[in-house]
């Protein structure tokens, strides 16, 4: 759960200087942010990591404030393969509950072969921060 | 807490391209099955023939066979002839990198929500929009 409106929480995701606060890992020394905050708008998130800069991009595909943001998520980490974040909030009593879901779409190895690549992640905060 | 869903999934505007949804049919119909997980789970250890696969499960070796057919489509596992025996093999890589993958965003999505919370009480705090 998190200690804020949904109208809060999804800003913070559109707002790049702010993202360029919680984006930032753990011993990451800095982080960059541009984005459109639009759909089809693009952005793009570097982050300077021990083992190297990670840069991730993306296109917002659903915008739906304050309830739900989609976009596409592609990481230099896992060779820009494709993958698809969806955002969604819902209000608790003045707090914000996040599920967050990454999707993972199958490539194809070979012309002969698809492989087995959908996973599906939930992850609830409020759990979480127990 | 993060959930890890593995299973399937309606129809949405979220599903990728029509060449794609059919594989994901076949993937979530294979590990959508309590046997046919168990299946993969014994083969991490080295591959097995169909009859050294099916010893555990009470049913015919026609079923297990349907099941061992299920998760080679699916790309799970693959096989091999060696003389009159089917060999099955796990396609390991596929599975480990899907399951390192899963960690690595795990891992991932709760730090940077973490953050993102601290961020947000921090906001509040200031007083700031």
Known sequence: MLPASCEEVYDAWLDADGMREWMRPGPVTGCQVAMEPRVGGHFRIEMASPGGPIVNTGVFRILDRPAMLQFTWTSSRWAFQETLVTVELYPREGNCELVLTHERFPLAYSAKQLTAGWTQILQHLGSHLD | ?129
């Open chain 2, 1 to 129: 807490m993060v959930e890890y869903n593995i299973g399937a999934r309606e129809e949405s505007a979220m599903t990728p391209t029509d060449s794609h949804a059919k594989s994901l049919d076949l993937v979530f119909g294979a590990v959508a099955d309590a046997t046919r997980r168990s299946m993969l789970d014994r083969l991490r250890d080295g591959p097995l023939t169909v009859t050294e696969l099916a010893r555990p499960y009470a049913m015919s070796l026609n079923a297990v066979s349907k099941h061992v057919k299920t998760l080679e489509r699916a790309g799970l596992i693959r096989r091999s002839i060696n003389g009159r025996e089917h060999s099955c093999r796990l396609d390991a890589a596929r599975l480990e990198e899907a399951s390192e993958w899963m960690n690595y965003y795990s891992a991932f999505w709760t730090s940077r929500m973490d953050a993102l919370e601290n961020h947000l009480v921090k906001k509040r705090r200031r007083g700031t929009k």
